[in-house]
């Protein structure tokens, strides 16, 4: 068990619809990671924040959109949702932003059918 | 960008066997670290190497940097069923962190 807990654990939905992922990081971490992992493209960073504020960007999509809450959980929203969206989806957390260990949860399972 | 590609792709050996796999990019990563993702759950780290040259050892796994810091080794002796897992290797800082799409490892009893 890393610490860092992500719900839900499995989502089904529809073509064009929206979903939030939210994670609780470990406690005492100030930073929040999502990735997405999928077959073809393998595991992708999409966005960092750090103590609420957006550290650094990955390959996210427009339609993807995170935030960092006053108690430092993150939510991690998908609108317009297309069949290529089907993935998994990582939350990760840190002390800081650089030289410490990243933990990962355990992942939010998305099927866009 | 940076790539990192991980060869083989795909391990399937028997319990007590030695296998090495492979972590190589054409771009220099100031550190480089490895992960095992079991299924069902997120990558773990197992070990960060930031010097040229550098080995690490593991217990039964051996992590090598190679001197030009582009490419990195994972060798496991005698491997068990335990180890079964996705290897993945990561490169460039926390925020930037690169993976390669990973070595998935199965080892028989």
């Known amino acids: 068990d890393s610490g860092v807990t992500q719900t839900p654990k499995h989502l089904i939905t529809a073509t064009g619809q929206r979903v939030t992922l939210r994670c609780s990081p470990r406690s005492g971490d100030l930073s929040v990671y999502w990735y997405q992992q999928s077959l073809d493209q393998g595991l992708q960073f999409l966005i960092q924040y750090y103590n609420g504020e957006e550290r650094a960007k990955g390959n996210i999509l427009e339609r993807f959109s995170a935030q960092q809450f006053p108690d430092l959980h993150s939510e991690l929203n998908l609108s317009s949702l297309e069949l290529g969206d089907s993935a998994l989806y990582f939350c990760a957390s840190s002390v800081a932003t650089s030289g410490n260990t990243i933990y990962f949860g355990e992942g939010s399972w998305l099927t866009v059918v | 960008t940076q790539l990192l590609e991980q060869s083989p792709q795909f391990l399937s050996i028997q319990e007590g066997e030695n296998l090495t796999v492979y972590c190589n990019s054409s771009s220099v990563f100031s550190s480089l670290q490895w992960y095992r993702q079991e299924p069902g759950e997120g990558p773990v780290l197992l070990v960060t190497?930031?010097?040229?040259?550098e080995v690490k050892k593991l217990k039964r796994l051996t992590f090598q940097f190679g001197d030009a810091r582009k490419d990195s080794s994972l060798h496991i002796t005698a491997a068990q069923p335990g180890d079964t897992g996705l290897y993945l290797c990561a490169g460039g800082g926390y925020s930037t962190l690169t993976f390669g799409k990973g070595t998935m490892l199965l080892v028989s009893p």
């Open positions: 190497v930031v010097t040229g040259g």
